[in-house]
């Protein structure tokens, strides 16, 4: 490569394009960013939480207190939401208030509930874990983030309104990205990949989904990479279906500027 660092893609990137190739557009080939939803908000704060308390366990050996924990989560929060400014939902809107209290609320909810009964159990090698993967005979390489890096598992911590579907850790495309990373960078798939479910219901529950991964795997997450480089080299940006659940002015900032989206839809 001589010493020349290639573009790189991510996981997320490579899901964008594959539901929304006019969204994958605008954001990464026009460079037009919108404003973080309010879900986003609060899981990007809970992820914050989370990681600085494993922090903790990996420098000191012992978690924070809970209540440290949410005073971090409380001030995160705030920072978050002046951030980048907040794409209100237009129910959200009405009352702006409302749903700032709403997911301050939520966002306490969760980080305690991972502090309290996730936390413990986790035994961190790193957080936050950056993952280069170069990716010899394609224009570009692999990057991502793993949340949380034990010694022979890898986690993702989610946030939700309801309970995952079971095979969500089977079909998900991240975890096989991630193992892929592993592979590559440590020379072995981690034996357990999990997604940590902080799941808001009525009663607030935590939620573990374990599967693991093989080399078999990797070979149509390569051809999903390669599908990807060739759209974005030909500029071949298919948007999604009108009757896709997130092309609404509801779940898409773009709505209003796509070509290919229906105004007259409420």
């Known amino acids: 490569m001589n010493g020349q660092e290639k573009p790189h893609l991510s996981i997320t990137q490579i899901n964008m394009l594959n539901a929304c190739g006019q969204q994958y557009y605008f954001r ?22 989370v990681n600085k308390n494993l922090q903790s366990k990996i420098d000191t ?42 997911a301050t609320d939520k966002t306490i909810r969760l980080a305690t509930l991972h502090a309290k009964e996730m936390a413990p159990a986790i035994q961190p090698k790193e957080v936050q874990r950056r993952m280069l993967v170069h990716l010899e005979g394609y224009p570009v390489d692999l990057l991502g983030f793993i949340d949380i890096q034990e010694e022979d598992a890898t986690r993702d911590t989610k946030t939700a309104s309801k309970s995952p579907a079971a095979n969500m850790a089977d079909v998900s495309d991240q975890l096989t990205f991630y193992a892929m990373a592993n592979y590559a960078v440590d020379n072995r798939i981690p034996s357990q990949l999990v997604l940590d479910y902080l799941i808001d219901n009525k009663v607030p ?10 080399e078999d795997d990797f070979e149509p997450m390569l051809r999903r990479i390669e599908n990807a480089v060739m759209a974005i080299e030909k500029g071949v940006f298919l948007p999604c279906r009108q009757d896709d659940w997130h092309c609404s002015r509801r779940f898409c900032g773009y709505f209003n500027i796509c070509p290919y989206s229906r105004k007259t839809i409420k």
């Open 28 to 49: 990464y080939i026009l460079g037009k960013k919108i404003p973080p939803g309010i879900s986003l908000v609060v899981g990007k704060t809970v992820d914050d939480s």
């Open 61 to 102: 050996g012992e978690l924070m207190p809970v209540e440290q924990v949410l005073d971090i989560a409380h001030d995160q929060f705030e920072a978050n939401w002046h951030k980048d400014g907040i794409l209100f939902t237009p129910e959200e809107a009405e009352n702006p208030k409302k749903a700032k209290g709403e």
């Open 205 to 214: 529950k935590a939620v573990s989904l374990v599967t693991t991964r093989t």
